[in-house]
């Protein structure tokens, strides 16, 4: 079974100040990790996703992530963030060793950037 | 332009009625699926088909059918068993079957029970 936790309903940051959004995930091989945000009454656009390589990834609109596999997260961030920023973000989970699997969601960390 | 489109936004039912909400896509997009959101619950897997004429039950699909009889096309029916159907419905597509294939969703479907 893959299951995903995103430990905080709501982050509060200032803009201009680094923003950290935190992911945790199980599975029982290797994982294939995914950030997307949503808007108010908007599907979800895709950020970036881990498959392999480098911990450190880098997607759109500034934000990164960095996988840690033996602390099983993978967290989101950005230097600086935007008021423009605030946004529903979900981490998701794919088994990369378990056939075919479809994506588990976390159930979605609010980000509220303050002016 | 490419993308997955879902209609209605808004969706209304009266109690005992059956709906069906569209999901369309010119990706050519083997996999669709479609899930339910709920406030605070995240996005739960109703149903999912990686290929035409087959299609997969996901976590919560009591209450819901689907078909897959064109790879564009992955129409979700609420049934009138669902028992509270009101919520946000997503769909979405993934390139081939792949697990490091990202997903791209709709823009949703809201439906209410009135």
């Known amino acids: 079974a893959q299951s995903v936790a995103q430990p905080e309903d709501q982050v509060n940051v200032a803009e201009g100040n680094p923003l950290t959004v935190k992911c945790t995930y199980s599975v029982s091989g290797n994982p294939y990790l995914f950030w997307y945000v949503q808007y108010p009454n908007r599907g979800l656009q895709f950020l970036l996703k881990?498959?392999?390589?480098?911990?450190l990834v880098k997607g759109s609109y500034g934000f990164e992530a960095e996988f840690n596999k033996s602390q099983t997260s993978f967290h989101l961030k950005k230097p600086s963030a935007l008021v423009s920023d605030s946004a529903l973000y979900f981490c998701a989970v794919r088994d990369k060793d378990s056939g075919y699997s479809t994506l588990t969601f976390g159930k979605g960390t609010m980000l509220l950037v303050s002016p | 332009d490419g993308g997955i489109t879902q209609s209605p936004k808004y969706l209304f039912r009266k109690e005992g009625q059956n709906v069906t909400l569209s999901c369309e896509q010119n990706l050519n997009h083997d996999a669709m699926y479609w899930y339910r959101q709920d406030p605070g619950q995240g996005l739960r897997l109703i149903y999912y088909s990686q290929i035409v004429n087959d299609f997969q039950k996901g976590d919560i699909a009591e209450g819901y059918s689907v078909s897959r009889e064109k790879k564009e096309s992955f129409p979700l029916t609420v049934t009138s068993a669902q028992k509270n159907p009101t919520a946000f419905y997503l769909c979405?597509?993934?390139?081939?079957?792949?697990?490091?294939?990202?997903?791209?969703f709709g823009q949703g479907t809201r439906l209410t029970v009135v």
């Open positions: 881990y498959i392999t390589g480098d911990n």
């Open positions: 979405a597509s993934s390139l081939g079957q792949g697990p490091n294939t990202e997903a791209f």
